[in-house]
């Protein structure tokens, strides 16, 4: 299918499309063309990736200016789901055209996954497999053979790329992880620094968000990247966190420990290269006089580690006197260690800022900020320096380093949490040095600074204002759309109380209460029976699980469920949940149906899809919580109080929310998909309108509010349903659109500007071929939802009656 979105020539890889996808491209272009910001919620399996690829790749082409997408999302899954998109939209742009146009698309992933040495690639551990490739590729690894080191093999794989035009180490077209590795293989060249070193060279590059967010690989991995780039992180709903983890560092007594290992065989180190070759010691010191931008000079791709934030200006200063000399260097690092060791050695919490945790280490130690600030670069310039390659010895004290440079660089958004015990009811101590960032605005800056349109979208992004506020943005368009149905294929309810009128919550006071934990497990036991195949379940936490599993063991709840499921529960271990995932999966699919109770927040609830049979029915049992007394938690609430003016109770509540949908979101993966929504917690009455706006308007009045009795009920009906054959002629017009409808609607709307910010307008002015103004929408919606209600009281009578 080929449209206009005003002047840009969209080539849409399908004969139909839905019409939120239409208007989310609409948004899309709108935000490219004024050069902003958006945040758009596109509900789950409404073709998010592929709308967005085919307008920024329309877009690009158009407008040739635009050099580079830069498409961000969370997991491998998603990122290779993308390639394979956008391999399909470049093959079908090309028969479109009648040529094939001049594009390049790449995906980046870690070694461990595009590895092809023979020696390497097996190796399960990531950290092995980068050590191993760097002790096989790095400039030092050269040197050393060149000097006759016999023991050092250098990776072929690598090697001959060398050979190669280095703006085209690899042919047009889109590769997909597969393809990379294929062509890798044939030619005999490394799929990982291919795609590396050929990001510049390409159209669009997909990748985890670290590789932009986090600071530490961003600045190695990214900082080619032109600053009129189009940048799209998908999947956005958990952004803050990703960038907060990116900046927190956490400190314990092993790493301390290994840390000082590191020190002293880095000491080592440099009295072995002081007695052989002390001119390169002096050399490094007079290059260090000279600044940190001058010393950078000698890096290559693989250095050790990168900065996590040193600001431009410091690169061009000297680095401070005292930690010139490679040994003055290390003296300071050991000096730093010990006071962090002495600092360990308490028995209460302590909670305090950088500013004052700096100022105690002065009056101890007299070590000053200035040099702490340049501690991760000047670590990084001594182990090239030593032409070290085993760097895996040294990464606990690439983390003191790290720590040193945040902790005297920011003096607001960080906050330092000493805990002296894991658990309140430890006896012996554990200590830890939480360094934690509070302000996830601060990771995400640079991005904002330096590209000009950034594009945050998900299926679950609710509220939406709570993201700018949070990652201090300006946005030009935040939009949530409906999900347009001929049917309804989902049932959202919120379940209330149980069938003996108690209400159910997971409340901290009543969770444990046995009348509500036998409600809930009430409520799983009549869903089994009814649910066809797969049934999801989300508990808040792993410890409410386990209390609430032991219970109904106790109460005989699961032996009931066993008759007509499998139970198959998730664990903090990922290979056991992988395992469970897959017996849950068969069960499904032979037809004994499964249950799977998760977490939320866990890895189940984030990655994995439950579409089609692997989900019919999700209960999300609770609000999925925070756990409140955690201190890293109580400051980042009072931080953003003090400073961005969002309340705890509405911090707490969003993020619960968030992960409410997302768990929901899991059963429903496109339109010819179908499922049942439990939300079972009275609390979910008060917040239902943090979800999706596509979620919360499929909620009627009347299942808002229901007891397990009820539920069954509308389940029942809603289930019987959908079991009725569709007919796509239905569907014609209303929740997809043909060219013509397409058209259509952009003669109705042309007068008037209209570009799709409306998410019901469109359907319904396809649809009935009229324009409804919101009153009577309303009117028409009220008139459904009593007939709704009409019929199934009359289900009841008639159930009764028998
Ligand atoms: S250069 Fe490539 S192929 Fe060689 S070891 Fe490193 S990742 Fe593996």
């Not at 390659?389 to 005297?408: G, H, M, Q, W």
Request: proline share 4%; glycine share 4%.
């Amino acid at each position: 299918m080929k449209f206009f979105i005003d002047d840009l020539p969209v080539l849409w890889p399908y004969p139909k499309i839905y019409p939120e996808q239409y208007q989310y491209m609409c948004d899309i272009k709108k935000t490219l063309d004024v050069g902003g910001n958006c945040i758009l919620e596109m509900p789950s399996g409404t073709g998010k990736t592929i709308s967005l690829l085919s307008l920024t790749v329309a877009y690009q082409q158009h407008y040739p200016e635009k050099r580079k997408i830069i498409y961000c999302s969370r997991t491998m899954s998603e990122i290779e789901k993308a390639l394979a998109e956008l391999k399909n939209l470049m093959k079908f742009r090309a028969s479109e055209l009648g040529f094939t146009e001049e594009f390049r698309g790449l995906g980046l992933t870690s070694r461990k996954n595009l590895c092809l040495h023979p020696k390497v690639r097996h190796e399960k551990n990531g950290n092995v497999v980068d050590e191993k490739c760097r002790a096989m590729t790095s400039g030092v690894a050269r040197r050393k053979l060149e000097a006759g080191d016999e023991s050092i093999s250098l990776c072929e794989y690598h090697e001959n790329l060398n050979d190669l035009e280095p703006h085209d180490l690899i042919p047009q077209g889109v590769f997909t992880f597969d393809d990379v590795l294929k062509y890798g293989q044939e030619h005999k060249q490394c799929p990982y620094f291919t795609v590396r070193r050929m990001m510049a060279f390409c159209n669009i590059i997909i990748y985890s968000y670290h590789y932009l967010l986090d600071p530490k690989i961003a600045d190695r991995v990214s900082k080619e990247l032109s600053k009129d780039s189009i940048v799209i992180f998908d999947e956005a709903h958990n952004i803050d966190n990703v960038c907060i983890e990116a900046l927190s560092v956490d400190i314990t007594e092993d790493s301390l420990r290994r840390a000082s290992k590191g020190a002293n065989s880095l000491a080592k180190k440099i009295d072995d290269v002081r007695a052989t070759d002390a001119d390169k010691l002096q050399n490094e010191y007079q290059k260090l006089v000279e600044g940190l931008r001058e010393a950078e000079v000698a890096r290559d791709e693989e250095q050790f580690m990168s900065n996590p934030v040193l600001p431009d200006d410091l690169l061009s200063e000297a680095v401070p006197g005292n930690i010139r000399r490679a040994e003055h260097f290390i003296a300071f690092l050991k000096r730093f260690i010990e006071y962090l060791k002495t600092r360990m050695r308490v028995l209460n919490v302590i909670s305090e800022t950088p500013t004052s945790f700096l100022k105690h280490l002065r009056e101890l130690t007299f070590i000053e900020r200035k040099p702490l600030r340049f501690c991760s670069e000047r670590l990084s310039y001594l182990v090239n320096t030593l032409e070290l390659t085993e760097i895996e010895d040294f990464t606990a004290l690439k983390e003191i380093a790290a720590f040193a440079t945040l902790v005297s660089t920011y003096e607001t958004g960080f906050v330092l949490i000493l805990e002296p015990f894991e658990t309140e009811r430890s006896t012996v101590p554990n200590p830890v040095l939480h360094f934690t960032c509070l302000d996830a605005s601060i990771a995400i800056k640079p991005v904002f600074d330096r590209f000009k349109s950034v594009i945050i979208t998900s299926g679950t992004i609710s509220p939406l204002d709570m993201y700018p506020k949070m990652l201090n943005f300006d946005t030009v368009i935040q939009e949530s759309y409906t999900m347009s149905l001929d049917r309804k294929t989902f049932l959202p309810m919120i379940v209330t109380k149980g069938s003996d009128q108690v209400a159910i919550s997971s409340r901290f006071e009543i969770r444990n209460d046995p009348s509500v934990v036998r409600n809930y497990g009430n409520l799983l036991i009549e869903f089994s029976k009814i649910t066809p195949d797969g049934l999801v379940v989300f508990f808040p936490s792993y410890l409410y699980m386990e209390s609430i599993i032991s219970t109904w063991q106790s109460m005989g709840i699961l032996d009931e469920v066993w008759k007509y499921k499998l139970i198959l529960v998730e664990t903090p271990d990922s290979q056991e949940t992988a395992l469970a995932l897959e017996t849950y999966r068969t069960a499904c699919s032979n037809g004994r149906g499964a249950v799977m109770l998760c977490v939320a927040r866990g890895k189940v609830s984030e990655g994995i899809d439950f579409d089609h049979q692997y989900g019919r029915c999700v209960l999300m049992i609770g609000v999925p919580f925070q756990y409140t007394e955690s201190r890293i938690l109580k400051a980042r609430l009072e931080f953003l109080r003090e400073n961005y003016h969002i309340r705890e109770n509405d911090f707490l509540s969003f993020d619960a929310m968030r992960h409410a949908a997302q768990c929901l979101g899991r059963v429903l993966r496109g339109k010819d998909d179908y499922g049942i929504m439990v939300l079972a917690d009275r609390r979910f009455v008060k917040k239902r309108n943090q979800l999706p706006k596509w979620i919360n308007q499929a909620i009627l009045d009347a299942d808002t509010n229901l007891s397990t009795d009820m539920a069954m009920a509308a389940a029942k009906k809603f289930l019987r349903n959908l079991a009725q054959p569709a007919n796509p002629a239905d569907q014609e017009g209303v929740s997809v659109w043909s060219l013509d409808d397409v058209l259509r609607f952009q003669e109705q709307t042309k007068g008037i500007g209209y570009t799709g910010h409306s998410t019901d307008a469109p359907t319904e002015a396809i649809a009935r071929d009229t324009t409804k103004d919101q009153d009577e929408m309303d009117y028409l919606l009220d008139i459904e939802q009593t007939l709704y209600e009409e019929a199934r009281d009359m289900e009841y009578t008639a159930v009764g009656a028998t």
